[in-house]
């Protein structure tokens, strides 16, 4: 580290007064450049965060206390929690949150499973181990929008693969779009899609970090490959495991392009009867298409609060739980 | 490599056969749109669906030129992503360099506040955003759909955690005994080391820009990113019959310039998925 203190060790001897004046002067500006550099190195961050993240965040909280002309496009009256009632009290809303909340829970176990799984495969000696690494990273690379789009159609009501295949076991075809829990599994698989590659290669680095002689002594005490999965690695990889579940809470309880593009109703706000509509497609809809800012400010909270204390849970319940399982 | 690996020996062909599962599972979506979008739109609509290419390709990309302006979208989904990238990781590296390598007042106060703000749901804040844009006759405009993206927090903190064990502290101080400002010493010290970690950051930016769905949707209404030209030829395919031909052409060549992206640095992105891992 450099200090203050080193830098201005690292400088000539204090100047005699009858030293060049000039001497002194770089030497002055030389320790403002010291004191001052970092400041000036991480504020162009806190500038342009504090412009485009905080600002806008607390904005939100203002907004959502206030009524909002939308004829005039003009701030209006203190409301207090007037846009909250309104909100808690729309169903459309509730049902948007009891959506997001199947959506998130169909997304998320699975893909964390899977993701475990695909990274214990990954975490042997393999042959060509950068192309499985590459591989398996693979939808990563497809935008929400592009596997929105094609995740509809194999999942298309009428000429979809899925039902192609259902009908050919003799089954009834199913409604993806249409019934309410097989659009949010639709949807699922879709995240899960994109998303289980990417959280195996997290997963993949933890466990190549577990030291390896802690195999070793599991090895002589007699535990199998699957005895020292459970005892060893799941617990060594618990910091990781709350990192990957507290972000796919974050990003999971957000959702928005898939709902969106996977209507094939044109208003597109998730389905005829809402049906796959998540929370932050209602914050568009009743924000950005409908102007209702106050309404969709105070969702917009509703829902900060919630993936807030999620997070938090999360946290709490997978620390506890992987403990156990450690012990 | 792999040093706590559980297994010692070579995995045997059980190992092999399901990753490969995983893998053509994982590929399968991506066959799919380019199957379906070289058949004609009545093709793609029998029951049962085809599962082998057909001869049509070139004639539905034909039809997504013309319902979208492709290469302009395409084009600004250049500007926009190699732009907020370009912005992301010069800032990421300044602010990385002075949180790792020096020392100020309220420096891990500051940092911790970082930390914080990663996992703040920003994008919740779009209401706020667009009256901001609006306000400012940004709505509609690059550099609007750009500006939520200038700066991340991961970038910091990913910066930061690299630049800790990559600059030897007696390089930094040997430059400034040679007399050099401290704008110099980043220069000259910080940046030839930093350089891997900036390369991923790049990459791991250009992609997360360029995918980004919602605030471009929010933020424009006549000027089109590739992800808003996509959504625009979804509605256009809506009907009776859903054009999956033309809207599944549209998905694969979009994902083309991501595609060569990854076959030129997938190296890049999976180390620094699994470098954020460890170290975050």
Same mark, same amino acid.
């Given at each position: 580290?450099?200090?203050e203190?080193?830098a201005g060790?690292v400088?000539?001897?204090p100047a005699p007064?009858t030293t $060049?004046?000039?001497l002194?002067?770089?030497?002055r500006?030389?320790?403002?450049d010291?004191?001052?550099s970092?400041?000036?190195?991480?504020?162009p961050?806190?500038?342009?965060?504090?412009?485009?993240g905080?600002y806008p965040?607390?904005y939100?909280?203002? @907004?959502s206390l206030h009524d909002?002309?939308?004829?005039?496009?003009?701030q209006g009256?203190?409301?207090?929690?007037?846009n909250?009632?309104?909100?808690l !009290?729309?169903?459309?809303?509730?049902k948007? @949150?009891v !959506?997001t909340? %199947?959506?998130?829970l169909m997304s998320s176990?699975p893909?964390v499973?899977? *993701?475990?799984c695909?990274?214990?495969?990954? $975490?042997?000696? @393999?042959?060509?181990r950068?192309?499985?690494?590459?591989?398996?990273l693979?939808?990563?690379v +497809?935008?929400?929008?592009?596997a929105?789009l094609i995740?509809?159609?194999?999942f298309?009501d009428k000429?979809?693969?899925?039902?192609? +295949?259902i009908d050919? /076991?003799? /089954?009834?075809?199913i409604?993806w779009?249409?019934?309410?829990w097989w659009?949010?599994?639709?949807?699922a698989s879709m995240?899960n899609w994109?998303w289980?590659g990417?959280?195996a @290669?997290?997963?993949l680095a *933890?466990?190549q970090?577990?030291?390896? $002689? /802690?195999y070793?002594?599991?090895? /002589?005490d007699g535990a199998?490959r699957?005895?020292?999965?459970w005892?060893?690695?799941l617990?060594m990889i618990?910091?990781t495991?709350?990192?990957?579940?507290?972000?796919?809470?974050?990003g999971?309880?957000?959702?928005?392009?898939e709902?969106r593009l996977f209507?094939d109703?044109?208003?597109?706000?998730g389905g005829a009867d809402?049906?796959?509509?998540?929370?932050t497609?209602y914050?568009y809809?009743?924000?950005?298409?409908?102007?209702f800012y106050?309404? *969709? %400010?105070a969702?917009?909270?509703?829902?900060?609060?919630i993936i807030?204390?999620i *997070?938090?849970l !999360?946290?709490a319940?997978?620390?506890?739980?992987?403990?156990?399982s450690?012990s | 490599?792999?040093a706590?690996?559980?297994?010692?020996?070579?995995?045997? #062909?059980?190992?092999?056969?399901?990753?490969?599962?995983f893998?053509?599972?994982?590929?399968?979506?991506?066959?799919w749109?380019?199957m379906i979008?070289?058949?004609t739109?009545? =093709?793609?609509?029998?029951k049962?669906?085809?599962?082998?290419?057909?001869?049509?390709?070139?004639?539905?990309?034909?039809?997504?030129?013309?319902?979208?302006?492709?290469w302009q979208?395409?084009?600004?989904s250049l500007?926009?992503? &190699?732009?907020?990238a370009?912005?992301v990781?010069?800032f990421?590296?300044?602010?990385?360099?002075s949180f790792a390598?020096?020392?100020?007042r309220?420096?891990?106060v500051l940092?911790?506040?970082?930390?914080?703000?990663?996992?703040?749901?920003?994008?919740?804040?779009i209401v706020?955003?667009?009256?901001?844009?609006?306000?400012?006759?940004?709505?509609d405009t690059l550099?609007a759909?750009?500006?939520p993206?200038?700066?991340?927090a991961?970038g910091?903190?990913f910066?930061?955690?690299?630049?800790?064990?990559?600059i030897?502290?007696e390089l930094i101080?040997?430059?400034?005994?040679? &007399?050099?400002?401290?704008?110099?010493?980043?220069w000259?010290v910080a940046v030839p080391?930093?350089?891997?970690?900036?390369a991923?950051?790049?990459v791991?930016?250009?992609?997360?820009? #360029?995918?980004d769905y919602? #605030?471009?949707?929010?933020?424009?209404? =006549?000027?089109?990113?590739?992800?808003?030209?996509?959504?625009?030829l979804a509605?256009?395919?809506? &009907?009776?019959?859903?054009?999956y031909a033309?809207?599944?052409?549209?998905?694969g060549?979009?994902?083309i310039?991501?595609l060569?992206?990854?076959?030129?640095a997938g190296?890049n992105?999976?180390a620094?998925i699994m470098q954020?891992?460890?170290? &975050?």
């Amino acid at each position: 580290m450099l200090t203050e203190e080193q830098a201005g060790e690292v400088k000539p001897e204090p100047a005699p007064p009858t030293t $060049d004046r000039r001497l002194l002067r770089r030497q002055r500006r030389s320790r403002w450049d010291v004191k001052l550099s970092p400041y000036l190195y991480i504020s162009p961050f806190f500038i342009l965060f504090g412009l485009v993240g905080l600002y806008p965040l607390l904005y939100t909280g203002w @907004l959502s206390l206030h009524d909002w002309d939308r004829l005039y496009y003009q701030q209006g009256e203190f409301s207090g929690l007037e846009n909250f009632r309104f909100v808690l !009290n729309d169903p459309v809303f509730i049902k948007s @949150l009891v !959506n997001t909340f %199947s959506i998130f829970l169909m997304s998320s176990v699975p893909q964390v499973i899977v *993701a475990v799984c695909v990274a214990a495969l990954l $975490d042997t000696h @393999l042959r060509g181990r950068t192309f499985w690494r590459m591989s398996v990273l693979v939808p990563f690379v +497809v935008a929400p929008a592009a596997a929105v789009l094609i995740f509809g159609s194999v999942f298309a009501d009428k000429s979809g693969l899925v039902n192609a +295949v259902i009908d050919g /076991l003799g /089954l009834e075809p199913i409604r993806w779009h249409v019934d309410r829990w097989w659009s949010h599994f639709a949807i699922a698989s879709m995240v899960n899609w994109r998303w289980t590659g990417y959280n195996a @290669l997290i997963f993949l680095a *933890a466990m190549q970090a577990v030291p390896r $002689d /802690l195999y070793e002594s599991a090895s /002589l005490d007699g535990a199998g490959r699957i005895r020292q999965f459970w005892s060893v690695t799941l617990p060594m990889i618990r910091p990781t495991m709350i990192f990957v579940i507290v972000t796919s809470t974050i990003g999971g309880l957000q959702i928005f392009t898939e709902p969106r593009l996977f209507d094939d109703t044109p208003n597109r706000e998730g389905g005829a009867d809402h049906q796959f509509m998540t929370t932050t497609l209602y914050i568009y809809v009743k924000g950005i298409e409908d102007q209702f800012y106050g309404r *969709a %400010s105070a969702a917009a909270w509703i829902l900060f609060l919630i993936i807030v204390g999620i *997070a938090l849970l !999360n946290f709490a319940i997978t620390r506890l739980l992987t403990r156990r399982s450690g012990s | 490599m792999s040093a706590g690996s559980a297994a010692d020996r070579r995995p045997g #062909w059980v190992v092999y056969a399901l990753l490969a599962a995983f893998v053509i599972g994982s590929a399968l979506p991506l066959y799919w749109s380019f199957m379906i979008g070289s058949h004609t739109k009545g =093709e793609a609509a029998q029951k049962p669906p085809p599962l082998l290419p057909g001869g049509h390709f070139l004639e539905n990309a034909r039809r997504v030129f013309d319902t979208v302006d492709f290469w302009q979208a395409m084009l600004n989904s250049l500007l926009v992503s &190699g732009g907020a990238a370009a912005s992301v990781v010069f800032f990421s590296t300044l602010a990385g360099y002075s949180f790792a390598k020096l020392r100020f007042r309220g420096s891990n106060v500051l940092m911790g506040f970082v930390v914080m703000t990663m996992a703040v749901p920003t994008q919740l804040a779009i209401v706020p955003l667009f009256i901001l844009m609006r306000d400012y006759g940004l709505l509609d405009t690059l550099l609007a759909v750009a500006l939520p993206s200038l700066v991340t927090a991961f970038g910091v903190f990913f910066m930061r955690q690299y630049l800790l064990d990559a600059i030897p502290d007696e390089l930094i101080e040997a430059a400034r005994v040679d &007399g050099a400002t401290m704008l110099r010493t980043f220069w000259t010290v910080a940046v030839p080391a930093a350089r891997p970690a900036m390369a991923i950051l790049f990459v791991f930016t250009f992609m997360t820009v #360029w995918t980004d769905y919602m #605030w471009p949707l929010v933020a424009l209404q =006549e000027t089109e990113t590739l992800q808003i030209a996509l959504d625009r030829l979804a509605l256009t395919g809506q &009907g009776q019959t859903t054009d999956y031909a033309l809207v599944l052409a549209g998905a694969g060549l979009s994902t083309i310039p991501l595609l060569i992206l990854f076959v030129v640095a997938g190296r890049n992105l999976v180390a620094g998925i699994m470098q954020g891992a460890v170290k &975050g």
